[in-house]
């Protein structure tokens, strides 16, 4: 009978520490991943500012690249940075994040505004980049 009240014990004990160290785990839809909550987050940490520099100044650079050679290099290291700031995304948040930038820019510049929308379209392309034409 001790025996039986020993093993009683011990089977007790078990499942006690058994319960003590399970847990449920709850996943509800917020938790998972949404593709366009991501995209915002990644727009607002990569702000794109040398694509912004890169194609708000692009006019300046395509006139001056004759005879300035300090602003044709100047233009090629914002469209590399502009680069590397797009490859830090994820590619279906690029042209989004693009067609931001620009959208903010327009209330500010206009008919430039404009130019650099026709422009953005093709950034990609230039930085040998998925999607290669933004579709705005």
């Known amino acids: ?8 014990a011990l089977l007790l004990c078990l499942l006690a520490v058994a319960s003590a ?25 990569q702000r794109l500012n040398h694509c912004r520099m890169y194609l708000s100044r692009s006019r300046q650079y395509e006139l001056s690249m004759v005879t300035d050679d300090d602003k044709s290099n100047q233009a090629q290291e914002h469209l590399q940075q502009c680069c590397q700031e797009m490859r830090n995304m994820d ?9 931001r930038m620009v959208s903010q820019e ?11 929308l026709g422009r953005a379209r093709y950034l990609p392309r230039m930085c040998n980049i998925q999607p290669t034409q933004c579709h705005f």
């Not at 009978?1 to 009683?8: N, Q, R, T, V, Y």
């Not at 327009?106 to 650099?116: I, S, V």
Request: a neutral charge; glycine letters at 4%.
């Open 91 to 99: 590619t279906q948040c690029r042209c989004q994040a693009l067609r």
């Open 21 to 45: 160290n399970s847990f449920t785990i709850t996943v509800t839809e917020d938790d998972i991943d949404n593709p366009s909550q991501s995209c915002q987050e990644q727009i607002q940490r």
């Open 106 to 116: 327009r209330g500010t510049q206009g008919q430039q505004a404009e130019r650099m």
């Open 1 to 8: 009978m001790a025996k039986l009240s020993l093993a009683a």
